[in-house]
């Protein structure tokens, strides 16, 4: 997730300072994680300084550390319908590595089905924590539920077509 | 054998004809979990569905059910065994369409004796656990997919069953759908403390369940979750 854009996009809402961002951050996007303030402060020194935002004033809040107020620029309203209109690229990083496995246990004769079950069985058990965790969530957390869930189902669907292919596979790499 | 296991299944083999479609099989099934069985089409889960719930006589191997013997019954035995104890629901509805909402509800009390009056007051009130109070007299044809469902599930919990047998009881819904239909039947049997077992190949579904299974090749492969 990138937390710049996101800080860009909640700024957007209207002038606000490094706290209140912080908080609304960690109130959609926060879950189990939230934001650090020195994460909030270091990306509006970025921003402004690569125009994204302006300095609009102080304000006296009483529990704001830093009360100076941020607006977007035009620059980086183009900014965020550019980020927000531009299709993510599917995360390769966990499938690329279950490939390797799965080939390398294939090519030192290992057991394959045994590493791509074990993988299975810790996906279906992460998936059975988090439709147990929605099952009682508010709706816009339902909605990151559905994200994580429907993710981890896209691997489950690889995890299978390759259990099932195992045999061929095995025999391609024989061949190369 | 599992402790407070209500279905005990062991050396289950069946074939049809040169196919092996269950190669010894053996599973508990815990009394009140939700159990999903997975596995790629043509695994052998269907079969080993129908033969839990003594649809099927397996060629080896035994099943027993609260600790009766369920493959040494003789059919007639069998039938009574599902009527009375067990609940099926499939992946399309199989109402029959020519019966009200109500009336397909109350038909397994029927075909098991219970005076009329009663049979459609109990199919009231399942209909109305499932939210469907109002739709009584409709006919299958005037409901939706979703509907429907919850039509098959309140057919098949109005026995009150000691297990339910479902064989992917969503598959024919989209996904919104899908989720209320299964939410509604799940939050039942756990109320009332019913042991499911959901054939499902759908992962989303299977975690609702307390455990699955994987039948890979007529065998029992990788499983995980709750531990008794």
Redesign the interface.
Known sequence: MDNGKTLLGLLSQGPSHGYDLKHTFDRFFGGEKPLAFGQVYAVLARMLRDGLIAYVGEEATGEAPDRKKYMVTPIGREMLLGWMFTAEPPSPASRSDLMAKTVIALLVDEDAQRLLDVQRSAHLARMRDLTKARRDAALLDVLAYDHALFHIEADLRWIDLAAARLDALRQEIAQR | MTENAIITARGLRKSFGPTEALRGVDLDVRRGEVLAVMG?SGSGKSTLLHCLAGVVVPDEGTVRVAGRDVTALDEAARSRLRLAEFGFVFQFGQLLPELTAADNVALPLLLAGTPRGRARTAAHAALARLDLAGAERRYPTELSGGQAQRVAIARALVTRPKVLFADEPTGSLDSLAAEHVL?AMLDLVREDGTTVVLITHD??T????DR?V?VRDGRI?????MVA
């Open positions: 790629p939410t992962p989303r299977a975690a609702h369940a699955e994987i492969g990788a499983s995980s979750g």
